[in-house]
């Protein structure tokens, strides 16, 4: 069992930074892979970030690349998404998640979802 709690989100101007936090409290932690998602108000939920449990290996959607990262500190029991260049269509609930078979950018097979956390860039 794995339960993850999201935390740093906020309002920040375009072009702004935050870094988001999604701490775990299984002590397996470190055999998920995990995931960043997001939900904008109206729309699907989609895939932003992946990064394998080893942490070795990552997966960024087109519309985030080159501006977000996706990090873990497996010590810690924490998995993180810097965010750099923030646009007003970040603007979004951001989401982490587990999958304890393989790294995936899919929804559908992530097994354990934290409670989100809102994220709203202004222009």
């Known amino acids: 069992q794995l339960q993850l709690v999201e935390s740093g989100g906020g309002l920040v101007q375009a072009g702004g930074s935050l870094r988001l936090s999604c701490a775990a409290s299984?002590?397996?932690?470190?055999?998920?892979?995990m995931g960043w998602f997001r939900q904008a108000p109206g729309k699907e939920r989609d895939f932003v970030a992946a990064?394998?449990?080893?942490?070795?290996?990552?997966y960024y959607a087109d519309s985030v690349k080159g501006r977000f990262t996706i990090s873990r500190d497996n010590a810690k029991n924490t998995v993180y998404l810097q965010m750099n260049s923030l646009k007003p269509e970040d603007t979004a609930v951001y989401y982490c998640?587990?999958?304890?078979?393989?790294?995936?950018?899919?929804?559908?097979?992530?097994?354990?979802w934290g409670q989100g956390t809102r994220v709203t860039v202004s222009s």
């Open positions: 998640a587990a999958n304890l078979a393989i790294v995936t950018t899919t929804p559908i097979e992530y097994d354990y």
């Open positions: 990064i394998s449990s080893s942490g070795g290996r990552t």
């Open positions: 299984g002590r397996a932690f470190s055999r998920f892979a």
